[in-house]
């Protein structure tokens, strides 16, 4: 996927996966009681931090496609060619899947 998009230091752009349309036992759930997913695939990295003391160039740990899992209110939510995406450092990703 090519963004228009680059984000800057340990900032990464996430798609969030889409939310849960029934529960395990079937029951359909309302757009106004459905949760903001806390999962999501990265797709833009940006180059990395720069260490406060030494200056050196602190590479990323994530990359574009990787699923991970990120705090409820975690990033900030833009809109790019339609399409919503989570902006984030990369101290809110939780974990990967």
Do not use: C, F, H, N
Request: proline share 5%.
């Amino acid at each position: 996927m090519s963004l228009k998009i680059k984000p800057s230091a340990d900032r990464v752009v996430v798609e969030a996966a889409a939310a849960e349309e029934k529960t395990a036992s079937g029951i359909i759930i309302p757009d106004t009681a459905k949760e903001k997913p806390q999962k999501g695939t990265i797709v833009a990295v940006g180059p990395g931090k720069y260490a406060d003391v030494s200056g050196v160039l602190i590479p990323m740990a994530y990359k574009v496609g990787d699923d991970v899992l990120y705090g409820k209110y975690a990033g900030t939510e833009i809109t790019v060619e339609g399409k919503e995406y989570l902006i984030m450092r990369e101290s809110d990703i939780l974990a990967t899947l």
